[in-house]
């Protein structure tokens, strides 16, 4: 196994709004996220960027993305995961660009596909359990992820054990 070099991580959430639909009855709740700490702060940081949150939040209304979930937007990443129409148990997953919500193909060449990183695992988890619990879709639109700050100790950790 070939191990590429990591960078440091450390997101937080910078805000979170929900954005409501009902014309479409569509729902998301968005997860500004940044990663702080690294070079280039305009690349990772909603505070930095050029976009703005209301640009953001334009180009989502008008996409036509229909649905109910989240939306983890950092400023060069954004990933919307929404309860299937089709069966609302399981989570679907959309990658993009943020900036105009460009799909983006988060395959890697070896058959595997990018689902999460910290913080947005971190979310998923607590939103889907706040789905599973919720009796009716705006008792979960009200919850909102407890956890906001998502450091990791050590980004080199897996090429040390295969170095080993």
Known sequence: MEIAPC???????????????????????????SIVGRDKPELYEWEHCELTRDEFESDLITSGI???GIVTAFPHITKILRFAP???????????????????????DDGFHEFACYAEAIIAAEEYHAWAKAATVS????????VTDFPITSNSKLAEFVSS
């Not at 991580?9 to 929900?18: E, F, G, M, P, Q």
């Not at 959309?94 to 890697?108: A, I, Q, W």
Request: charged share 25%; net charge positive; proline share 3%.
């Open 7 to 33: 960078r440091s991580y450390h997101a937080i959430t910078s805000s979170v709004n929900l954005i409501e639909m009902p014309h479409r009855k569509t729902a998301f709740k968005i997860y500004y996220l």
């Open 66 to 68: 229909e649905g109910v």
């Open 86 to 108: 089709i069966m609302e148990t399981v989570l679907d997953i959309s990658e993009f660009e943020t900036k105009g919500l460009v799909p983006k193909d988060c395959s890697r």
């Open 139 to 146: 008792t979960y639109l009200a919850y909102r992820c407890s």
